[in-house]
């Protein structure tokens, strides 16, 4: 798929078919968000595929503040990828202290590029996905267990997609582009 073309093509999927998204494709899509850039090159996203009905129905119950809106999205997908990042390393300095005034942000922000990069690749190989805010991260790592010094980032819904959605309005350019 161009670039052009799977930039402005996907969409938040929040209704999926039966078909699981095999594994192999999976492994695929994540290869290329590897290839995201991230703080001083340090990689610290991890991805972790929750297939178990029962672990999705639980986070759905008790993970996401009682927001209906995600608890039927992820009534709704059979895949739920987490977002992971290792604390402590990108936005640090070796010593511990904070590289800029930006402290610890540098994480997320290295999430989102994963994240965004996870999404597009995803497109391109016909699969949806929706990133989810709206979650109690700590209330989600204890029902799936995640790794000691890790943090989960966004759940990613996922899954073939039951329909196209419509697009979202988008501000023109002169909203959002100013020159000095
Ligand atoms: C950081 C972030 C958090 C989001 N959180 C949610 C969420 O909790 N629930 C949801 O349904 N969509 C969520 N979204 C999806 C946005 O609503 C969606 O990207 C936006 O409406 C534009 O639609 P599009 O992705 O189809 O272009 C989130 C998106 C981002 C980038």
Redesign the pocket.
Known sequence: METVQCIKE???V?KFTDEKVPQEVVKEIVELASYAPSWKNTQTIRYMLVEDRAIIDKIAAEGVMD?A??QK?LSRCGQLMLILQKNGICGYEKDGSFSTSKEENWEMFDA?IATQTFCLAAHDKGVGT?????FDDKKVADIVGIPEGQTVA?LVPMGYPAFA?D??ARKSVDDILSFK
Do not use: C, D, E, Q
């Open positions: 996907r969409r938040s929040r927001f809106f995600n999205t989102g929706v990133i989810l805010g709206i966004a959605p697009m979202p």
